[in-house]
């Protein structure tokens, strides 16, 4: 009798383990959107607390909005921390760990400058300015607060006259743009309106504001945003800004210094190198400088070392010259021997723990992608998300090399869905290297089926698809109608060395093409389950350009698909940063080297098209623009080969708005279903 009720017992247990496996469900594109999506986590100094950002989106109403959050890091218990309509975003500690800054748009046109305590109340406006206040950061000792603005300079001294031009502009029926620069737009805005931004520092007692910029016209961040660290007695100000002037014929970020107590003592600590600099921060005793260099003038995507800069002698060191890494997010803890970096690595992003005394660099950390990095209290607190898992916070125990997940925000909604497993391979791509992928399989996967085969391939060129939970090219969202994705990251891709990137530079459809080709053939030969029969491939920007190409060059797929791709390499003199180009195409036009251009332009091979092709583009991308994917639809659809043209009138080079983004995979899951099949 016994032995009968404890049978029935375990199967019962077997029942409750096994049927929620049962019940869950396909991921869809709603889904995505429900998502809880973190950011900005920043640790209080007492090492307390964790404030971070939430971000939800209402699919109805089309629109997301951003909240502050807390967790108590000795709990891990979590609370919302404000409720506006509006979002509220860039949190920073005040030094008493009570407090907290932020930027919301409440009851003005712009952001503003807010104040909340952590244990509750109405948050309050600490300051506001005539265009709105971004990336703030308190002096250490809490007196001052340094944020950044937009004026036009005509009126740095007025801000009332100002806010009348501002009215007078946005009553203004002209809508021109007039420009001599050579950089005049940036992504999906225009430069050509006279705004500049500036650097302010507000004492908080006396409210008194200082322009620790007074003067200044030079670019900073093209975004209008400004890269700056506080030294930690307050005194110094380190930033990046372009030195180069108008018309804007190269550019060159270089990291400066400025006396906060008189700015018109300025340095240039990197004017000798010609390359970019970038990511100033000061150590937490106040004797170096640390910053990010590149040196290569023919790679843009050339490795970004870690430098010091001895702010007594004057000094600076390359900490990380013998590292085939490209480093950054650069951060101190209470050991001030050594400091923490990530890199990209081998499509992971990995911490780092650099010791300053003895010059040694060691891996810490590796396994998805990571991000705001905090060191206290012998822990790291970070964001991590992985291609089956969104970011959530982690604790990360430095002395024990121990991990722990300690929000769960998305938790509940994951649990209901299927997602497929995720491999990571190897296989001899072109000149015979060594090319990584990963490989996700359909969530109700059936080894004895035969599956399709769809390649999501990565923009770029010098990026990377990998290891972490993507919003907008998701893998397991495009595995999900009972497809085989894999993410090849081919010869140019980011975190596999500096040769491995820059091994395509001035013939970007060369080694990409043949990896992608071999990828194919490996994965067809080591799996039977894939249906080599039905095979498509789909990619955004550099990925839609090696789409294109591809279209031009073999017919093994049946369907493909171009997002923003790169059809005409000479009308990408029209994007908004044309340097690069130059060099990546091997030729300008103004060289007469059509030849070398056209060469690797898929636009010349428009002979050979046959593959049936979605296009899809929005009128606002001003990296890759419009008229790249309106010629390429013209040109399929005048050679007779099946095309379909999806455009977003108010969309940049990203798919953004919610409706968008699920109507995006519509069309994209439609189109795959009509040449693969179920």
């Known amino acids: 009798m016994k032995r009968n009720i404890l049978f029935i017992l375990s199967i019962f247990l077997i029942q409750i383990i096994i049927l929620p496996a049962q019940n869950k469900r396909d991921f869809t594109a709603e889904d995505l959107w429900q998502i809880k999506r973190l950011s900005n986590l920043t640790v209080s100094p007492d090492g307390n607390y964790g404030c971070f950002v939430v971000t939800e989106y209402n699919i109805k109403e089309n629109k997301g909005n951003s909240d502050l959050w807390l967790i108590d890091l000795r709990t891990y218990q979590t609370k919302r921390l404000t409720t506006n309509l509006n979002s509220d975003n860039s949190p920073v500690w005040h030094p008493n760990s009570q407090t907290i800054a932020f930027i919301s748009k409440r009851e003005s046109d712009y952001p503003q400058l807010f104040e909340i305590d952590i244990d509750g109340g109405e948050a309050r406006l600490l300051y506001e300015m005539p265009m709105g206040i971004s990336n703030p950061q308190y002096s250490k000792d809490g007196k001052?607060?340094?944020?950044?603005?937009?004026?036009?300079?005509?009126?740095?001294?007025?801000?009332?006259?100002?806010?009348?031009?501002?009215?007078?502009?946005?009553?203004?029926?002209?809508?021109?743009?007039?420009?001599?620069?050579?950089?005049?737009?940036?992504?999906?805005?225009?430069?050509?309106?006279?705004?500049?931004?500036?650097?302010?520092?507000l004492d908080l007692d006396k409210k008194e504001l200082k322009d620790l910029l007074k003067g200044w016209n030079k670019l900073f961040n093209l975004d209008g945003g400004i890269s700056y660290s506080v030294s930690p007695d307050g005194n110094w100000v380190s930033l990046v800004a372009n030195s180069t002037e108008p018309p804007y014929d190269s550019l060159n970020s270089d990291v400066y210094l400025i006396n906060v107590n008189n700015p018109e003592q300025v340095k240039n600590i990197t004017e000798k190198n010609f390359q970019d600099d970038s990511s100033p921060y000061f150590s937490k005793d106040g004797k170096y400088l640390f910053f990010g260099s590149q040196f290569d003038p023919d790679y843009s995507a050339d490795n970004v070392r870690l430098m010091m800069y001895d702010l007594e002698k004057g000094t600076i060191k390359n900490l990380t010259e013998q590292f085939d890494y490209s480093f950054f997010g650069f951060t101190?803890?209470?050991?001030?021997?050594?400091?923490?970096?990530?890199?990209?690595?081998?499509?992971?992003?990995?911490?780092?723990?650099?010791?300053?005394?003895?010059?040694?660099l060691e891996k810490i950390f590796t396994g998805g992608s990571i991000n705001s990095v905090n060191i206290k209290n012998q822990r790291a607190y970070f964001l991590k998300s992985t291609i089956s898992e969104p970011q959530e916070i982690f604790e990360f125990d430095l002395k024990k090399r121990t991990i722990k997940k300690i929000s769960s925000f998305n938790d509940?909604?994951?649990?209901?869905?299927?997602?497929?497993?995720?491999?990571?391979?190897?296989?001899?791509?072109?000149?015979?290297?060594?090319?990584?992928?990963?490989?996700?399989?359909?969530?109700?996967?059936?080894?004895?089926?035969?599956?399709?085969?769809?390649?999501?391939?990565?923009?770029?060129?010098?990026?990377?698809?990998?290891?972490?939970?993507?919003y907008r090219w998701n893998a397991q969202l495009f595995a999900s109608p009972g497809y085989v994705i894999a993410l090849v990251n081919f010869h140019g891709s980011t975190s596999f060395g500096k040769n491995f990137g820059k091994s395509i530079v001035g013939a970007h459809g060369d080694k990409p093409?043949?990896?992608?080709?071999?990828?194919?053939?490996?994965?067809?030969?080591?799996?039977?389950?894939?249906?080599?029969?039905?095979?498509?491939?789909?990619?955004?920007?550099?990925?839609?350009?090696l789409v294109n190409w591809i279209a031009g060059h073999t017919n093994r797929f049946k369907a493909l698909i171009s997002h923003a791709g790169v059809y005409n390499l000479m009308g990408q003199f029209a994007s908004d940063l044309t340097y690069e180009r130059v060099k990546n195409y091997d030729g300008a036009p103004w060289q007469g080297r059509y030849e070398n251009i056209n060469r690797w332009s898929p636009a010349f091979y428009a002979?050979?098209?046959?593959?049936?092709?979605?296009?899809?583009?929005?009128?606002?991308?001003?990296?890759?623009?419009?008229?790249?994917?309106?010629?390429?639809?013209?040109?399929?659809?005048?050679?007779?080969?099946?095309?379909?043209?999806?455009?977003?009138?108010?969309?940049?080079?990203?798919?953004?708005?919610?409706?968008?983004?699920?109507?995006?995979?519509?069309?994209?899951?439609?189109?795959?279903?009509?040449?693969?099949?179920?």
């Open 144 to 201: 001052k607060i340094f944020f950044v603005s937009k004026i036009l300079p005509e009126f740095e001294h007025d801000f009332d006259g100002l806010k009348k031009e501002l009215k007078k502009r946005k009553e203004k029926k002209v809508t021109a743009k007039v420009t001599e620069n050579r950089l005049y737009r940036y992504w999906d805005s225009w430069l050509t309106d006279g705004y500049v931004s500036r650097l302010y520092v």
């Open 412 to 470: 509940d909604l994951i649990s209901q869905i299927k997602f497929g497993k995720v491999e990571e391979h190897y296989f001899k791509g072109a000149d015979g290297d060594s090319v990584q992928l990963y490989l996700i399989y359909p969530p109700n996967f059936d080894p004895a089926k035969k599956y399709p085969l769809v390649h999501l391939i990565h923009g770029g060129p010098h990026g990377t698809f990998g290891d972490d939970f993507h």
């Open 607 to 678: 002979h050979n098209f046959q593959t049936p092709m979605l296009i899809i583009h929005g009128e606002k991308d001003y990296r890759v623009v419009v008229t790249q994917g309106l010629e390429l639809y013209g040109v399929l659809k005048g050679k007779g080969v099946p095309a379909r043209l999806v455009y977003y009138p108010d969309e940049n080079h990203w798919i953004l708005q919610p409706q968008n983004s699920i109507y995006w995979y519509k069309e994209v899951f439609d189109w795959l279903k009509r040449f693969l099949g179920e």
């Open 513 to 545: 093409f043949t990896d992608i080709m071999l990828a194919t053939d490996f994965l067809i030969n080591k799996f039977s389950f894939i249906d080599s029969s039905k095979m498509a491939a789909a990619g955004g920007s550099y990925g839609g350009y």
């Open 332 to 360: 101190q803890g209470d050991d001030f021997n050594k400091i923490y970096l990530l890199a990209e690595d081998r499509a992971k992003i990995s911490l780092f723990e650099f010791d300053l005394k003895q010059n040694k």
